[in-house]
């Protein structure tokens, strides 16, 4: 594992690359002319995740016209909270950490861009990181709109027994510090989205922290702030709320004055992606870059996953880039992902509509149970949950193990098949649907159809 200098991993913008936008001047939305008068929009990711969550939301920006060299996605080095945000933490990250690398960022994205100031939008902890950056951080007079989506902006607990010192309880020193005396500060505009009731971080009972029965002091409206527009996307989930088209047009709307023309993605004639390998140590998260992983990409036939040929090979290096590769946007992929003292990892992918730079790989898990298996397939489902009830999610022609009714809790559904030849494995989740090919879990490999909506 290799450090490189703070803001290359910082900072990922979608411009890298990348050919120019193929979408015009859509009818019913903003005009470009209107457009260029909106601030760069950087954003936040929230808890363990990275930039390449942005990468479909990035798509819907384009295709309304919003040129991507003004799209910026924060990959924070260490994504994942202390679990007391005084405490040090090996591989987690604190408040005040977050909140000086998000200043760092967006000094940097007004120098590229000349911009007098940016909009920011955070998914869940990536709106902690915002609040504390405007309020504490000097960013009040940078910052034109600031958009927490899901963000537990009252923690996801009010106590003094439960998650003592963690940012995540409403009753901590982080959390009074940004809601007293008031719950916004004077600058930018404000806005939150948060669900009816779907959000498993907004639940009067503790049951989707393990305490079922235990009170939270935490309603369903736990995100929404008092001086802030608050917009309810009824039915959506704790991701979907930043990530769902709903949320797009909701942000979109506010950012930029107008109604987006469509939520939906418009497909360019070219297609050129790129992203790093971040580094797993022990199975933890990180967004620091992989020098020496292997990956390689593979054209599938789209019905089975079964290889076509080898289109794009590369040894990261120190900023741990495994790209750039032109490819098609009709063709499935499958990226496996070598790294040292990590399973060989199969990353199945339906056709990507739009080039992007942030498409960021990470090396599966293998659990004591999954290498007992003859092989182990993972749906992943990284912009949102799973709901047994609202949700279409199949593997291999069933219903997908693992996902409850109810409010939508899990991102990810577990395959492990018996000992066999390789074969083919089809994925679904609602309209999107991917196959991929098994693998030998035996000898250290797993499957994983990671969907893009």
């Known amino acids: 594992m290799l450090r490189p200098n703070r803001r290359s991993f910082l900072l990922g913008s979608a411009s890298a690359g990348l050919g120019a936008l193929a979408v015009g001047p859509l009818a019913g939305c903003a005009t470009p002319q209107d457009l260029s008068q909106v601030p760069p929009v ?6 363990g995740d990275t930039a390449a969550l942005w990468h479909t939301t990035f798509w819907r920006w384009e295709t309304n016209g919003f040129h991507r060299n003004h799209l910026f996605a924060v990959d924070f080095p260490y994504p994942l909270a202390r679990s007391a945000d005084a405490a040090p933490q090996r591989l987690r990250s ?20 000349g911009a007098a100031k940016v909009a920011l939008v955070g998914s869940s902890r990536g709106g902690n990181a915002i609040r504390s950056y405007i309020r504490l951080g000097g960013g009040a007079g940078k910052v034109s709109h600031a958009v927490l989506c899901g963000t537990p902006n009252h923690g996801v607990i009010a106590s003094d027994k439960f998650l003592v010192g963690s940012e995540f309880n409403g009753a901590s020193a982080f959390l009074k510090s940004m809601n007293e005396p008031a719950e916004i500060t004077p600058g930018p505009a404000w806005m939150t989205t948060l669900s009816d009731s779907a959000d498993k971080y907004a639940q009067p009972d503790g049951r989707y922290l393990g305490m079922p029965g235990t009170p939270t ?5 736990g995100p929404a702030l008092k001086g802030a527009r608050n917009v309810i ?12 088209p709903e949320a797009f047009a909701a942000i979109w709307q506010f950012i930029t004055g107008a109604m987006p023309a469509q939520a939906g993605i418009v497909t360019e004639a070219s297609l050129v992606l790129n992203g790093k390998v971040n580094d797993m140590p022990g199975g933890v998260p990180t967004n620091l870059p992989v020098a020496g992983a292997v990956v ?3 054209e599938t036939d789209p019905s089975s996953g079964a290889r076509r040929r080898m289109v794009h090979r590369r040894e990261t290096g120190t900023d741990g880039y495994w790209g750039p590769f032109t490819g098609s946007t009709k063709a499935a ?10 399973p060989v990892t199969h990353i199945y992918r339906s056709p990507f509509p739009r080039s992007s730079a942030i498409i960021h790989l990470r090396a599966g898990k293998l659990s004591d149970e999954d290498r007992k298996a003859g092989s182990v397939v993972i749906l992943d489902r990284p912009r949102g949950y799973f709901d047994g009830d609202r949700d279409t999610v199949l593997m291999d022609g069933q219903k997908a193990p693992g996902i409850p009714a109810g ?9 492990r098949l018996p000992p066999g030849p390789a074969r083919a494995v089809t994925t679904q989740f609602n309209a999107e649907q991917i196959a991929v090919q098994t693998w030998p879990a035996a000898e250290g490999h797993v499957s994983i159809a990671e969907l893009h909506y």
């Open 407 to 415: 409010v939508p809790t899990v991102s990810t559904a577990t395959l």
């Open 217 to 221: 002091g935490v309603g369903y409206d």
């Open 296 to 298: 390689e990409v593979w």
């Open 94 to 113: 604190s408040t005040t950490e977050q909140r000086e690398q998000l200043a760092e960022i967006v000094d940097e994205v007004m120098r590229r861009t």
């Open 42 to 47: 950087v954003f936040v990711h929230g808890n």
């Open 233 to 244: 996307l009824p039915g959506l989930d704790h991701r979907e709320v930043a990530f769902a």
């Open 333 to 342: 992929y499958e990226f496996v992902v070598t790294t040292p003292g990590a």
